[in-house]
């Protein structure tokens, strides 16, 4: 009997392609889900940070008296950039000009109290005054306001939306606007603009509508200055943070103290500016990249229904704490 006529019984057998194809496809799918996990971790935990020095000597951060503006000052002193410190209140602003320069003899900050909310042109003129002949290498449009409990849309006053405008999306715009010619002409900086999950990881914010737009605003107005200013040797970037342990969210979201999942102020502004001058958009926090991940996973639905129920329960509780009629202010 010839026996090379008998062959293997699966070889007679024509092959099936859908399972190439589907075994295929998995594979590319299991490939793709690798590499970005191995993007991720690189970015997060081993890629070097700039040397931040290389695009000027001269930092300025918006709304750096408090909370993650205020963190980004110390860690970008720390990293040895003089600062132009712009927030509204002068000794708040003094105060954290003597405690940078008593904490780093070395480094030099100069102040300018302005307003974001009330005219955000004469804002610019003083920061244009303030930093000419400065060598401003890194920008960090951190300022920005949301109302201090979730409500309805028609139930914010059109002075407080106004206002929330003039400061995330007008302030962001013009301070930009004032420091970029000066990076233009020297072909080198780092404009961070810093935007919210609201407006990114989750597909709505009901609630606080205003507040995620104006951070949507941010975010496209980032990217797409990206994309512009890189033949200019300007890298911008969109950092967008969760919840991050501040005056903020102990007022929207009564969170009061860091947990795993809420970085300290500084916690989270250490890991930010390592993350300065690459990609257009970033989270920088692992543990934010980590929630993002599982809000990916669930559907849009879900999340929606999710996120209304926590903005109607947030907005009860502040209308029980609020005085007898629903009054919607700003942070002060
Ligand atoms: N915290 C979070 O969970 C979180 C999450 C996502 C995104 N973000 C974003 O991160 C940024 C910083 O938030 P944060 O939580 O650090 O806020 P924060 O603790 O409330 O601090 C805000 C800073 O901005 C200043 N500021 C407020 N209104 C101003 C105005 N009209 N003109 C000039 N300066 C003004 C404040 O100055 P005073 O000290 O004088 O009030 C303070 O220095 C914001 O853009 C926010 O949207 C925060």
Known sequence: MNLACIGHPLESRPRDPWIFLLSSL??????????????????????????????????????????????????????????????????????VSNEIETTFPSIETRIVAVDFSKDASSCVRSIEEAIQGLDIGVLINNVGITYPGACFFHEVEERVWREIVRVNVEGTARVTRAVVPGMVRRRRGAVVSVGSGAAIVVPSHPLFAIYAAT???????????????KLHGVDFQCQ?????????????????????????????????????????????????????????????????????????????????????????????
């Open 26 to 95: 998995g594979f590319i799918v299991l490939l793709k889900h690798t590499l970005f996990f191995l993007q991720w971790f690189h970015s997060t935990f081993l890629r070097p940070p700039k040397d931040l020095a290389q695009y000027g000597p001269w930092a300025l951060v918006t709304g750096c008296t408090d909370g993650i503006g205020r963190a980004f000052a110390f860690n970008l002193a720390r990293r040895g950039l003089n600062l132009v410190l712009v927030s509204r209140n002068h000794e708040k602003l003094e105060t």
């Open 215 to 229: 951070k949507a605003f941010i975010d496209q107005l980032s990217r797409s200055l990206h994309v512009e200013y």
């Open 240 to 332: 967008v943070p969760l919840y991050v342990a501040t005056r903020m969210a102990s007022k929207v979201a009564s969170i009061e103290s860091k947990s795993m999942f809420v970085p300290s102020p500084d916690e989270y502004a250490r890991v930010a500016i390592d993350h300065i001058g690459y990609e257009p958009r970033c989270m920088p926090h692992w543990a934010h990249s980590l929630q993002w991940c599982f809000a990916h996973c669930v559907p849009d639905r879900v999340l929606d229904a999710w996120r209304l129920s926590i903005g109607l329960k947030r907005r009860e509780k502040y209308y029980a704490m609020s005085s007898s009629s629903y009054q919607v202010g700003f942070f002060n």
